[in-house]
């Protein structure tokens, strides 16, 4: 069985009367990258605060590494790292002084975790070169290192990919995509930029005006989002058997008495249109259905005006 790594219980952030996150439950496995989808102001920034004790909820629970008492929260947020607020990196610092003050800050005595996270997140050969003069990919490279001393368990990032270029954050993919493989490090990141979510999350908790609207595996999500027909007829039996001796496939489900998604011919379904007549089964409707991320997404807070 897998272990719960974090389990949010009816989670409430209330800053006067606006309430910011209302009511979440979620649930983080071990080893998930848990892709936390929103806009911008949609909770998911504070919700991330209130997981990692930065700020507290105004109501709920929160369930880490099977603890919920305050001391024992405070135990597990011990095996976690952090990117939601930027560390305060010296400038005129090289990258290996910048963690060598907070390696002692966090009272972590193995010197050598400095080498071993610098190499982890490529920067082992930066030497004298000064963090002002850092590009900002370096930076978000820099303070992943930070998150990763003292071995966390579970990596907490809020949008760590925003105004990366294209090249940055594919190196960051990677990173993240090694980091959970050869560390089994259980990730939780949140970004508005679905697409490079789409491929590396492993979970979605979609997020919208503080409410966790849904939340799917990307398994689950990718049969949600697969292209297909959707077919209406008078009479699915007959059209199943169609499908399968004339159009020699077995990729449908029938949904209903008279609807079934087929999987193929989907650019062509005119050839399915016109089989089916053939065959006898009248076609009330056929439509090409399906959707990336980006758009599910929109489908599911209620369409474009509201993402």
Known sequence: ?????????????????????NNVNMDVKQGDIYGLVGKNGAGKTTLLRTISGLTMP????????????????????????????????????????????????????????????????????????????????MKQRLGLAYAIMGSPDLLILDEPINGLDPTGIVEFREL???????????????????????????????????ELVEQVSA????????RCLSIKVNDTGKAAVIIENQLDSNKYQVLNDN????????????????????????????????????SYFIDLIGGAHNA
């Open 176 to 210: 993240l995509l090694k980091l959970n493989r050869e560390r089994n490090i259980t990730i939780i990141i949140s970004s508005h930029i679905l697409g490079e979510l789409s491929q590396i999350a492993t979970t979605y908790g979609f997020i919208h005006k503080g």
């Open 219 to 226: 398994k689950d999500l990718e049969e949600k989002c697969k």
């Open 58 to 137: 105004s109501s709920g629970e929160i369930e880490m590494f099977h603890e919920t008492s305050k001391d024992g929260l405070n135990k597990a947020r011990m095996r976690t790292g952090c990117i939601i607020e930027t560390p305060n990196f010296f400038p005129y610092l090289s990258a290996k002084k910048n963690l060598e003050y907070y390696r002692i800050q966090k009272g972590i005595v193995e010197k050598k975790c400095v080498e071993d996270v610098l190499k982890a997140v490529g920067l082992e050969d930066t030497g004298r070169k000064k963090y002002k003069n850092f590009s900002l990919g």
């Open 1 to 21: 069985m897998v272990e719960i790594v974090l389990k949010t219980k009816n989670i409430t952030k209330k800053y006067n009367s606006h309430i910011a996150v």
């Open 259 to 294: 609807e079934i998604k087929f999987y193929e011919y989907v650019d062509t379904p005119e050839i399915v249109t016109k089989t089916l007549i053939n065959g006898g089964v009248m076609v009330s409707s056929i439509n090409q259905i399906g959707a990336n991320l980006e």
